[in-house]
């Protein structure tokens, strides 16, 4: 009878898992999840109250919650640090955070100018 766990047997015998990535603990699971559940509760119940009396207010709050919660998912689900794959992970944070940004920016730019600029209801109707 063969050893079942001879590495001719065993068919996970050629998979390494120790490539210098980090890998999660169940703690940093839940720590990641529960930082992800308070950075979305905490912008929905200001906008939902009506905490800010401006909406540019409100909505650079809630861009900020967005962003930091960006970054909550890199470091905890995605495992991203300045020491794993000699850095280069710290760069796509960066990276990520730089486009993230611009989308933002552009987003809301885009959004006021089109308010703005929208032809009035009373004005559509008479013509």
Known sequence: MSDPHAPANNPH??????????HGTRGSYLKGFFLSVILTAIPFWAVMTGA???PSTAA????V?????IVVHMIYFLHMSGKSEGGWTMMALIFTIILVFITLSGSIWVMYHMNSNMMPMQAAADM
């Open 65 to 69: 919650f967005a962003v930091a919660q």
């Open 60 to 63: 650079l709050v809630v861009m």
């Open 52 to 54: 800010f009396k401006d």
């Open 13 to 22: 015998a050629d998979h390494d898992h120790d490539n210098g990535a980090a």
